[in-house]
């Protein structure tokens, strides 16, 4: 199972065996991490899964979709490019690694 | 201090518990349910769950120790027989008495059951628990019967048929989802899924439920399963019994309280005051959470007024209708097809050619954008609009 860190917005850092085939949304919140709240339960409908990552392409990620990328414009806050939805990414073996920040929000 | 009592488990049930922690609350929070499941995602029920079957993980709307670890009273398998407004109480199904301070009402809707003799051959979708019956029933039937032609029915039929079963949606009015969506895109939805597999009989009623099939007036449906999805219907009764203010759902006022004092409504069970004076009920993820929050907002000391942008979304098979605003009313509406069928977006004027609403099939960017036009008190015309050949993007720049 490959093994993902979160870098939650207390400056703590969890890292949780991750279950491949499921969306990083549903692994970071089954595990608790603080600030992904996954609000929609995955349809890219909100954006409370926001985060960072960095160097994607080396994890084999792909681009972000239009659907992500207007939702993230939308409701995102702390935008960057390297933001995403953690619903739009699925756990393979590859993303053993990862790191992740959770973008920071107002509420 | 008896603290704040929330009956549901739901989504709004959660987010008001959530919220009222996330704002400094202190009191004592308890979430009473009749359920035994931890509290889940609902949509995933019809979009998915009654076909492919409940996974162990399924989707939980917070981490199975998020209750205790925000010290949040989480008692599942609780029903609340009755609500005593004079000794500020709820009562439980084996006599015990819960006191409250403030009472917060989350008790959802229900499927709309039939008045048609045999309906208890019919099978409704409500819980993770149906979802588990309902999914093991699929595994020995070919051919399934949807009564109602509304979001939750064809939910269910898509992903029925996707499952390759035979599926016949009946709808008693002459078209689908007719209460939900302007009609040109409902015509939009039929044909696509028409083209996926799905037969349709409508403005035909069903006289009768029977284990091999449902009657009509026009001829026998055969069918080794029956489904009903006729629509939700407010879970008021106890707030009826208690003798507070309902019709529609439990009425609440501009800050979701009740006609008592003390006690409120949010998410699907309310009939609330809207900004303009009507009153609106909705079936929705994000009415349900976004009530949530403004009422926890107004229990810790910060009277908010429920005033947000509505949108909702249906996953139907490989059809993704998304929804901002509030369409009923709208007495003009110019749909816009995309490139590829059944891609339209449909915007809708109010009487004073104002935007009032956007519905959109398989096209997410236009959904986004137009939510982006719809909030935050900005009125743009349908001249404006034209004028930018209806691009949303060149509309809200301009």
Redesign the interface.
Known sequence: MPQICFKQNDGSSVTVEA?AG?TLM?EA????IVGII?????????ATCHIHLKDPGKFGLGGIS??EE??L??EGEDITADSRLACQIEITPQLDGLIVTVASTD? | MAGIIIIGTGHAAVQCAASLR?NGSSSTITLLGGETDLPY?R??LSKKYAVTGVPE?F??L??A??FE?NNIKLRLGKSVEAININQRCVVMGDSEKLSFDQLVIATGSQPRVLSIPGIEHAFSLYSLDDARTLCTRLGCTKTVAVIGGGFIGLEIAAAVAAAGQKVTVVEAAPQILGRSLTPSLAARVRKAHETGGLKFISNTAVDAIRTDGVSTRDGFIEADLVICGAGSVARSELAEKAGLTTGNGIHVNRVLETSVPGIYAIGDVACFETSTGEHRRYES??NA?DQA?ALARTLCGERTSYDALP?F?S?QGSIKL?MAGDSCGASKVVAVDGEKAPQTAAFCFNAQDHLCAVETINW??YH??S??ALSGGRVITRAHLESADYVLKTALKS
Do not use: I, Y
Request: proline share 6%; hydrophobic share 30%; charged share 30%.
């Open positions: 279950n499921q549903h919140m089954r595990h608790g996954g609000e929609c339960g995955g349809s890219c409908m909100c239009e659907m207007t939702m414009e939308l509420d | 996330d995602h949509p995933p993980e989707s939980l917070r981490a120790d998020f670890k993820v994000q959470n929050r949108w979304w996953d998304q997410p960017a986004a954008l939510r982006k």
